[in-house]
Structures are given as C-alpha cells and as structure tokens.
C-alpha cells in the first residue's frame, strides 16, 4: 500500500481532519469508519450507536454467513482495536465472528474529546466492563466464547470474566498478569478495637525519586497533566514518538532481557527499562527518543511497516492521549478501589490462557502478580505461553503463533 492509498483510507470525507468553522478541538469532530483500503481484507470497520451512552467504532470480521460464536478482542495503550488486524481474519476464518472496538476515549469511538480536569467516572473499572457488555448485547449476543485482552486491555478482559462469567465464557489475557480482585480487610474487628497498626503507606514512588539518578514509574506519569501534552506534541513529531515507543517495547529493541523481580522495591523496579522506569525530569517523549530506530531497521519491520504505523499516528495525532490516560488516572486517583472490593474473593472460574512475548517485561513489573494469576486468581488456567520473537506487542510482532494458541484454546474451552 502506498502513503496515498492510506491517507486516502483514513480521511474519509474532506471534513474528516479539517477544522471546523466552529474550531473545535479536532478530537471532536466526526469521523466515519476506515476506508477499505486501511484493512486487510475480510475486515470493515463500522460505527455503533448507543454503547453505554457513547458511539463506537468496531472492527468486525466473520459476519457475513450463519450467526457464529463471537470473540471480543480488547486493545491496550497506546493501541486501538486496529492493533487486531493481524489475528482477526485467522480466527474469522475457523469460524467466528470476531469484534474489536477502539475503547471509549480512543480512536474513532466516542471519549476521545476529555479533557484532564473532566469527571473521570466513566473511566471507572466497572464502567468500562458495562461498556463491552453493551457492545456484545449491541451485536445481539448474550455470551461470547471468548474475550482476550492485550496490556491495559487485559485487566477489562479480566474484569469482564470476574463481574459477569455468564456473558463472557473463557478468557485471553496477555502481555499483563491479572492478580485478582483486591483483598477486602478480614478479621479486623478485634484487632481494630486493640489498636492495631494500620497498614504502611505505599512508598515505592517515593524511593524512587531518591534513586540516583531520580526516577518515576511510567503508570504515575501517564496520570499527570502533563503525560497528553508530551506525546501529542512531541518534539519529534506523534509519529516519530509511536515508532520509537513501538520499537522499545519490541523484541527488535535487543536491550530487552526480561526477569521476574525479586521484590516490589525501587532498587529492584529500577533494573527495568526507562520505558516502564523514567528518569524523572523526562517526559515519555524524550525517553524513547535516543532509541528511535534507524530508517533500515524501519524498512525491515515486517510487524509494523510505515503505513501501518500511519494509521496510529494519524488517529493519536487527531485525538491525543487523554482518553487512553483516563484509565491510569483512575488507578492511581483511588477513588474507585470500593467498587472493586464488592468482588474481593471472587476468582476467574472459565477457562483462562496467558500470552506474552519472551521480551516482554510486561508479565514480571508486578513481582508475584503472574504467580498469583496462575494459582489462585484464575481457577481454570488451561496454559501460559511465552512467545519467542515478541516483545510487548505480541499479537502484532507474531501474529500467527498468537492466532493458533488463540484457536486452540477456543477449541479446548468448547469441549
């Protein structure tokens, strides 16, 4: 595909990415789905009303004969549901019908307009497992047979299959281990009336910002006002910053030698790359830039060619960052964690599968998260993999082993 076959692909009408007379923030304007041209083939995008309250913009593959069993596929950040192009027509093909929407506040689906200082209620955990249970009735199913989440996707894969087990009936979940829901204070009744100590404040932020030289965690960035600004209008330019930020977090990035960490201590979160570790005076811009691959590395990217890369860079450039930001935002705000303890207890009890690449550090930044995800948060843990040649974007960087363990597994899961 040439660069203009895809600019055409993604502006859709002249008014597309053109300001308005009104000059609105281009985020807000409306964008129709993806010209045929951006995907491959079997693959349309559409537009859906009405998903919990917002419109949605979804990839679908393997509509077009007798209703089929249907797979969710929900993308991470800085990603969108075009991060799926590459497993969908695999999986479409033995048989399913396959959606993967942009996430509300990315992309073309509604959200991407939020400001930092907006209510960040409907970035809620809850909130965002509403959204795809929305979506799948929208499509007039009352199960899937699977959902499968990569990076922040697979938290709301894995809290879709805790908060409502009779809609989604197995579960994917890469590159990020699902603990469990969190632990609800037990037996404190009494200790509480001895006096008892509370718990030790969290430090860790702290310790590292004492670290020589001073460094940040990158979960704490993204939910600083900041975070949307460095990226958006990154001095090199989005697209520029998306390449580096990709490669970084590839296998092709030879820095990459992930290991479990020992403890949840700044000295030990520290032997991860700057990536997930700052220095603390740098932006997310600057960090990735020295790592910016050269234009033969970018030429013998088979995983993401150039006109690919396009597609994010020209949504991320429209829409910014701060919808994909929200979601951190509620992490580290606290303000929602009570929702989260009405299912402390509950466990994963469908069938489960973890996927991650051999270079990814994603599955070890939470010492014992994936130990725990593999004994006792998920009840039902048919395998995990690690796959050789990925890095962080597992499902882009090797599609076709992703495509088979994903096939196999839905085979084991139907028997």
Same mark, same amino acid.
């Given at each position: ?18 300001? $308005? ?9 409306? +964008? ?55 497993? *969908? ?34 970035? $809620? ?41 009779? +809609? ?5 979940? *890469? ?6 829901? @969190?632990?609800? @204070? ?12 509370? !718990? ?13 030289? !001073? ?15 460095? *990226? ?25 030698? !992930? ?24 932006? *997310? ?32 450039? $429209?829409?910014?960052?701060? #919808? #994909? ?68 974007? +597992? ?10 363990? +994903? ?9």
């Amino acid at each position: 595909m040439t660069r203009r076959e895809l600019l055409k692909g993604l502006a859709l009408a002249p008014a597309a990415f053109a300001p $308005r007379a009104h000059a609105q923030p281009r985020a807000d304007l409306k +964008v129709g789905p993806y010209e045929q041209t951006v995907l491959p083939r079997g693959i349309r995008s559409r537009l859906v009303d009405n998903v919990n309250g917002i419109r949605m913009h979804v990839l679908e593959a393997g509509s077009e004969s007798e209703r089929r069993p249907l797979v969710l596929l929900v993308h991470g950040f800085p990603e969108l549901a075009y991060s799926w192009r590459k497993v *969908m027509p695999p999986i479409a093909a033995a048989g399913y019908h396959v959606i993967a929407p942009d996430l509300r506040g990315y992309g073309r689906s509604g959200g991407t307009d939020v400001k930092f200082d907006d209510d960040l209620s409907p970035w $809620r955990t809850v909130n965002e497992v509403t959204d795809m249970v929305a979506l799948v009735s929208a499509f007039g199913y009352r199960s899937v047979a699977a959902v499968v989440g990569h990076d922040f996707g697979s938290p709301v894969a894995a809290w879709c299959s805790v908060v409502r087990p009779d +809609v989604f009936r197995s579960v994917v979940l *890469m590159s990020a281990p699902f603990a469990g829901p @969190p632990a609800m @204070p037990f037996n404190t009744a009494d200790s509480a009336l001895a006096g008892a100590a509370a !718990p030790a404040a969290d430090t860790i932020y702290d310790d590292l910002a004492k670290l020589t030289p !001073p460094r940040k965690h990158y979960q704490r960035y993204y939910s600083t006002r900041e975070a949307n600004d460095n *990226m958006q209008h990154a001095p090199q330019g989005v697209h520029a910053f998306l390449r580096a930020y990709y490669h970084m977090k590839s296998a092709d990035w030879k820095q990459n030698h !992930p290991a479990p960490l020992k403890a949840r201590t700044a000295q030990e979160w520290a032997r991860m790359p700057r990536y997930y570790v700052m220095d603390l005076g740098k932006g *997310m811009a600057e960090t990735v830039a020295p790592e910016m691959p050269s234009a033969s590395e970018i030429a013998a990217c088979k995983w993401l060619q150039d006109s690919e890369l396009r597609v994010y860079s020209t949504e991320y450039g $429209r829409t910014g960052f701060q #919808g #994909g930001l929200q979601s951190y935002r509620v992490g580290s705000s606290g303000r929602f964690n009570g929702d989260l303890l009405t299912f402390s207890g509950r466990t994963i009890d469908q069938p489960s599968m973890f996927i991650a690449g051999k270079a990814d550090w994603g599955a070890y930044q939470n010492p014992g998260a994936l130990e725990r995800m593999q004994k006792t948060a998920c009840t039902r843990m048919v395998a995990t993999h690690f796959v050789d040649g990925a890095g962080h974007w +597992v499902q882009q960087e090797q599609p076709e082993r992703v495509s088979a363990l +994903v096939l196999d597994f839905l085979r084991q899961s139907a028997t």
